[in-house]
């Protein structure tokens, strides 16, 4: 969740406070402060948050005590009678809000993570309660007024940065809005935020809900002695003892089809998977993202504009819809004609072996790997042995992070964590100065929602003398017996990925927090990441973190070349099934008319179809009703962003290429123009200047291998 308020670190205003409701004295709010963790400047390096010290019953005294002080802070900067400058409103305004910050960041990474019925509680309680007080700063005209007043002239760097952010935050939010819109406006944004939290928890319970028990060791013909003695524990630990249990993700494939034998185990974890979340349970969200969808568009019109996603892309690099349309409809024909290519050449393995059935979206991924393994002999069981999850860790994703940028990293065991399985390490720069600290929790839990993501605990700021501390967050089986946790090459890919936006957070260099690292527009902060994902393919980082669990053996050169040859491999339907969701979600967000919204599951069907992208055996990445990064998350009418940013990507790596590659001269140019500048400067100009040309699609499908030879 985004509140727009800022993590900073300043003494708490304790004068004039007697007035405060439910604070009588300033014993009891000193009482209040000392008792309570999260409204205590952290001792620990870093200012890393006291995971020991911190219980659940901590956040609501929190939240009162730090939405009071706020709102204080928030009136004074209104209400300061002297001339508006830099210094005395915008600054101020960046420098509030710290005892609400710090208890709201650890919050909702908790929540996301290692969530209870507690946490979840407190969460949908508190989500309009939020968003009102969001409200309250950002359609505050006095305060708007100031800021508008101040001359930009004036000022210079990340001065006038953050002075003209501000002033497109509060126009954004509905400053210029009437008095009656204002308040129409704070009714709609409470509702979202409780209707978004209901969906995040709903969609949990679902994903749970949705696991597949199975009786007998039969029906899970395929998967290894490690997969089946970790689904048996998880239905031990669900209380099916002797039985097997294969949760979900949130993805609409699932993990483990590829090796399962027997179709008709394939097609009852593919559908549990696609209908979790409409079951006319208490897990089904369809209700509420529809009443989403007809909020999101009545916010639009309030602010003018036809659309959500009109609204929502103004401070995007795509700016319009139909700018982000438009590259999403230029890669879906290629994609498309792609993914009927390889669907052809999957039917022919289902035919010569006389299947006797059409290719199903359960099918899939189990015969590509044999299609795979007939044209580059290579397929999965082959390449996992290799990709044991700390050793991708520490010998892949730390080494080339040194390699590329000369960075280190050291296990730290005194600092304290939210659950046993996360680890913690101090990463150093490149002159052996210490840069970070960074918390890692690779394994899934039944409480911590789907997918793989990177969080700040603390922001960069040199104005407030922060230095990053950083989570990354997966959801990786965990070992079971001493068994090694092996993952496969799209997950190594992952663990890259989300390391990307790590660097982003590490090499953040700016004054101020909301120009800091990943502060950057949407369809932007992808591309680090997807940079990312090439090392995990150099053949000298390749070769130093591909090493056999058993044998101890490094990968043969012969498997890395089936590799590579491999890696344009069912890329018609990565895409389609990306481009898909991507589609989807903007459909959603274009609509212009109450009368369009339809039933959920009708309205993806008719949307698909109008794009092309309705391909039965190629489903959306996300299927509507656990769409989470555009219901429950701060995606909305934004997932395009993903390719969006893989174009700037294709088109940045190219360059490397040409120059020799990702060699540590290239990278220390990419962390100079794009990793270190946050929000700070032109992101365009960013770009340009990195690899002299602007963004062009030839790229992507050069490298996605749908360029015709």
């Given at each position: 969740?985004?509140?727009?308020?800022?993590?900073?670190?300043?003494?708490?205003?304790?004068?004039?406070?007697?007035?405060?409701?439910?604070?009588?004295?300033?014993?009891?709010i000193?009482?209040?402060?000392?008792?309570?963790?999260?409204?205590?400047?952290?001792?620990?390096?870093?200012?890393?948050?006291?995971?020991?010290?911190?219980?659940?019953?901590?956040?609501?005294?929190?939240f009162?005590?730090?939405?009071?002080?706020?709102?204080r802070?928030?009136?004074?900067?209104?209400?300061?009678?002297a001339?508006?400058?830099?210094?005395?409103?915008v600054?101020?305004?960046?420098?509030s809000?710290?005892?609400?910050?710090?208890?709201?960041?650890?919050?909702?990474n908790?929540?996301?993570?290692?969530?209870?019925?507690?946490?979840?509680?407190?969460?949908?309680?508190?989500?309009?309660?939020?968003?009102?007080?969001?409200?309250?700063?950002?359609?505050?005209?006095q305060?708007?007024?100031?800021?508008?007043?101040?001359?930009?002239?004036?000022l210079?760097?990340?001065?006038?940065?953050?002075?003209?952010?501000?002033?497109?935050?509060?126009?954004?939010?509905?400053?210029?809005?009437?008095?009656?819109?204002?308040?129409?406006?704070?009714?709609?944004?409470?509702?979202?935020?409780?209707?978004?939290?209901?969906?995040?928890?709903?969609?949990?319970?679902?994903?749970?809900?949705?696991?597949?028990?199975?009786?007998?060791?039969?029906?899970?013909?395929?998967?290894?002695?490690?997969?089946?003695?970790?689904?048996?524990?998880k239905?031990?630990?669900?209380?099916?003892?002797?039985?097997?249990?294969?949760?979900?993700?949130?993805?609409?494939?699932?993990?483990?089809?590829?090796?399962?034998?027997?179709?008709?185990?394939?097609?009852?974890?593919?559908?549990?998977?696609?209908?979790?979340?409409?079951?006319?349970?208490?897990?089904?969200?369809?209700?509420?993202?529809?009443?989403?969808?007809?909020?999101?568009?009545?916010?639009?019109?309030?602010?003018?504009?036809?659309?959500f996603?009109?609204?929502?892309?103004?401070?995007?690099?795509?700016?319009?819809?139909?700018?982000?349309?438009?590259?999403l409809?230029?890669?879906?024909?290629?994609?498309?004609?792609?993914?009927?290519?390889?669907?052809?050449?999957?039917?022919?393995?289902i035919?010569?072996?006389?299947?006797?059935?059409?290719?199903?979206?359960?099918?899939?991924?189990?015969?590509?790997?044999?299609?795979?393994?007939?044209?580059?002999?290579?397929?999965?069981?082959?390449?996992k042995?290799?990709?044991?999850?700390?050793?991708?860790?520490?010998?892949?994703?730390?080494?080339?992070?040194?390699?590329?940028?000369?960075?280190?990293?050291?296990?730290?065991?005194?600092?304290?964590?939210?659950?046993?399985?996360?680890?913690?390490?101090?990463?150093?720069?490149?002159?052996?100065?210490?840069?970070?600290?960074?918390?890692?929790?690779?394994?899934?839990?039944?409480?911590?929602?789907?997918?793989?993501?990177?969080?700040?605990f603390?922001?960069?700021?040199?104005?407030l003398?922060?230095?990053?501390?950083?989570?990354?967050?997966?959801?990786?089986?965990?070992?079971?017996d001493?068994?090694p946790?092996l993952?496969?090459?799209d997950?190594?890919?992952?663990?890259?990925?989300?390391?990307?936006?790590?660097?982003?957070?590490?090499?953040?260099?700016?004054?101020?927090?909301?120009?800091?690292?990943t502060?950057?527009?949407?369809?932007?902060?992808?591309?680090?990441?997807?940079?990312?994902?090439?090392?995990a393919?150099?053949?000298?980082?390749?070769?130093?973190?591909?090493?056999?669990?058993?044998?101890?053996?490094?990968?043969p050169?012969?498997?890395?070349?089936?590799?590579?040859?491999?890696?344009?491999?069912?890329?018609?339907?990565?895409?389609?099934?990306?481009?898909a969701?991507?589609?989807?979600?903007?459909?959603?967000?274009?609509?212009?008319?109450?009368?369009?919204?339809?039933?959920?599951?009708e309205?993806?069907?008719?949307?698909?179809?109008?794009?092309?992208?309705?391909v039965?055996?190629?489903?959306?990445?996300?299927?509507?009703?656990?769409?989470?990064?555009?219901?429950?998350g701060?995606?909305s009418?934004?997932?395009?962003?993903?390719?969006?940013?893989?174009?700037?990507?294709?088109?940045?790596?190219?360059?490397?290429?040409?120059?020799g590659?990702?060699?540590?001269?290239?990278?220390?140019?990419?962390?100079?123009?794009?990793?270190?500048?946050?929000?700070?400067?032109?992101?365009?100009?960013?770009?340009?200047?990195?690899?002299?040309?602007?963004?062009?699609?030839?790229?992507?499908?050069?490298?996605?291998?749908?360029?015709?030879?």
């Open positions: 969740m985004n509140l727009h308020l800022k993590l900073v670190s300043t003494t708490c205003l304790l004068v004039s406070i007697l007035s405060i409701a439910n604070i009588k004295t300033n014993a009891q000193m009482d209040v402060k000392k008792t309570n963790p999260l409204l205590q400047r952290s001792s620990l390096q870093y200012q890393a948050p006291p995971f020991d010290k911190i219980k659940d019953e901590h956040f609501r005294p929190a009162e005590y730090g939405l009071k002080i706020h709102d802070e928030i009136e004074q900067i209104a209400n300061k009678k001339a508006p400058t830099f210094q005395n409103t600054l101020a305004l960046e420098t809000g710290v005892d609400l910050n710090r208890a709201t960041g650890i919050f909702y908790l929540t996301g993570s290692n969530t209870n019925p507690e946490l979840q509680k407190i969460e949908e309680e508190y989500a309009p309660i939020f968003s009102a007080h969001s409200d309250k700063m950002y359609l505050n005209s305060l708007y007024n100031r800021i508008k007043s101040i001359n930009l002239n004036t210079k760097g990340e001065d006038r940065r953050l002075t003209e952010y501000y002033l497109q935050q509060f126009e954004l939010a509905g400053a210029k809005l009437s008095a009656d819109d204002k308040e129409k406006m704070k009714k709609i944004n409470e509702a979202l935020a409780s209707l978004g939290t209901s969906f995040t928890n709903k969609l949990l319970s679902a994903r749970k809900n949705g696991a597949v028990l199975f009786d007998n060791e039969t029906d899970l013909e395929g998967l290894s002695a490690e997969e089946l003695t970790a689904a048996k524990a239905a031990k630990e669900a209380g099916h003892e002797g039985k097997y249990l294969i949760g979900l993700l949130n993805t609409t494939q699932q993990p483990l089809l590829p090796s399962l034998k027997n179709r008709a185990t394939r097609e009852k974890i593919f559908k549990s998977g696609w209908t979790r979340a409409e079951k006319n349970d208490s897990g089904d969200t369809r209700t509420l993202l529809e009443q989403m969808a007809k909020l999101r568009l009545q916010k639009a019109q309030l602010m003018g504009k036809k659309s996603a009109e609204w929502r892309l103004q401070d995007q690099m795509a700016q319009l819809p139909a700018n982000a349309m438009d590259l409809a230029k890669l879906a024909k290629p994609a498309v004609a792609g993914a009927k290519e390889e669907a052809r050449e999957i039917q022919a393995i035919d010569a072996q006389n299947g006797g059935f059409r290719l199903e979206p359960w099918d899939w991924f189990f015969y590509s790997e044999q299609v795979r393994k007939a044209k580059y002999n290579l397929d999965e069981g082959t390449i042995p290799y990709f044991e999850v700390k050793t991708v860790l520490e010998k892949g994703v730390f080494y080339a992070a040194q390699k590329m940028y000369g960075i280190t990293f050291k296990v730290r065991t005194d600092l304290p964590t939210y659950h046993p399985d996360v680890v913690v390490y101090e990463v150093f720069d490149k002159d052996s100065s210490s840069l970070a600290i960074y918390y890692l929790d690779f394994y899934t839990r039944d409480n911590k929602n789907g997918g793989a993501w990177m969080n700040n603390v922001n960069q700021s040199h104005y003398n922060q230095k990053p501390v950083i989570v990354n967050v997966y959801n990786f089986a965990k070992p079971v001493g068994n946790s993952i496969s090459f997950d190594v890919t992952t663990m890259f990925h989300e390391f990307g936006h790590t660097l982003h957070g590490l090499f953040a260099n700016q004054q101020y927090v909301s120009l800091s690292g502060s950057v527009p949407r369809d932007y902060v992808e591309f680090p990441s997807q940079i990312n994902e090439h090392a393919l150099d053949p000298i980082i390749l070769k130093n973190y591909a090493i056999h669990y058993k044998t101890k053996k490094v990968i050169q012969e498997l890395i070349q089936k590799i590579k040859k491999a890696e344009t491999f069912n890329k018609g339907y990565e895409v389609t099934e990306l481009l969701a991507a589609t989807l979600d903007m459909a959603w967000h274009s609509i212009e008319n109450e009368s369009e919204i339809k039933p959920a599951l309205f993806e069907k008719q949307a698909l179809e109008k794009y092309g992208l309705l039965n055996e190629v489903p959306t990445r996300y299927h509507t009703p656990y769409f989470a990064h555009i219901w429950g701060g995606y009418a934004g997932y395009y962003a993903y390719t969006w940013s893989k174009t700037l990507d294709y088109n940045a790596f190219d360059w490397m290429q040409a120059h590659g990702m060699t540590r001269a290239n990278c220390e140019r990419f962390r100079k123009y794009i990793l270190s500048v946050g929000n700070s400067v032109d992101l365009n100009k960013a770009f340009k200047d990195f690899i002299g040309h602007e963004m062009k699609i030839e790229p992507y499908l050069k490298n996605a291998g749908f360029l015709k030879k």
